[in-house]
């Protein structure tokens, strides 16, 4: 796995006009096929009363390192707006992201070359407006101990400075984003600091 990948720095959207259409280029980080497919789902329901909401993604797949691309016409001519939205994720080598183009047609035909033109610029202009960033790959990391230990293992956490929430039920539970290069030494220093009583889980995908 590559130490470190390109992707967008936030969520971020573009408005434009083409021949009285309006678009709307929609990018977010995704970390997941289920992220991406939340984001496609949520840009489809806001704007729900759009001609179409092509969508665009290149996220990790489930289980291993390789990428899963994806993308949909939705209703456009055959390779019209699809390829063309995520052709512009691969030639600007971004990952872990997903990009919906909403289209509000506007009684002008664009073409096959226009549309692809159109939906192109959509997904490029949102990524501008999000800018691009170099992220590390991480992984997940599930960890439950007793109360007793709770406060030992956000102490670690902490000073670490890994992001993780935490939920405190019966036990207590910590999700944690690790980069992947730091994950083995940090488990050994949960188990060290705890004296073994941690419950260490990993999640299936790195991102």
Same mark, same amino acid.
Request: hydrophobic letters at 40%.
């Given at each position: ?30 970390? /997941? ?33 390789? *990428?899963?691309?994806?993308? #949909? ?6 390779? #019209?707006?699809?390829?063309? =939205? *995520? ?27 226009? *549309? =692809? ?6 997904? /490029? ?15 997940? *990391? ?49 188990? /060290? ?15």
């Amino acid at each position: 796995m590559a130490e470190t990948y390109r992707t967008v720095g936030e969520r971020a959207r573009a408005d434009f006009e083409v021949k009285g259409s309006e678009f709307v280029g929609h990018v977010a980080p995704a970390e /997941s096929v289920a992220a991406a497919e939340g984001f496609v789902d949520e840009v489809r329901e806001a704007y729900g009363d759009a001609t179409h909401n092509v969508p665009a993604y290149r996220v990790p797949a489930e289980g291993g390192d390789m *990428l899963r691309e994806w993308a #949909s016409d939705d209703g456009e001519p055959t390779g #019209s707006a699809g390829k063309p =939205a *995520l052709n512009v994720l691969v030639q600007r080598d971004l990952r872990n992201v997903v990009a919906v183009v909403t289209r509000y047609y506007g009684g002008v035909n664009l073409g096959v070359g226009g *549309l =692809a033109r159109a939906y192109a610029r959509g997904v /490029s202009d949102a990524v501008d407006a999000a800018g691009v960033v170099e992220e590390r790959p991480h992984e997940r *990391l599930a960890i439950t101990v007793d109360y007793d230990d709770s406060g030992t293992v956000r102490g670690v956490l902490e000073s670490e400075g890994v992001d993780f929430e935490a939920a405190y039920e019966e036990r207590v539970s910590f999700a944690v984003r690790v980069p992947v290069a730091e994950a083995d030494a940090l488990r050994d220093r949960l188990r /060290s600091a705890t004296g073994g009583r941690v419950e260490l889980g990993c999640g299936t995908d790195a991102y």
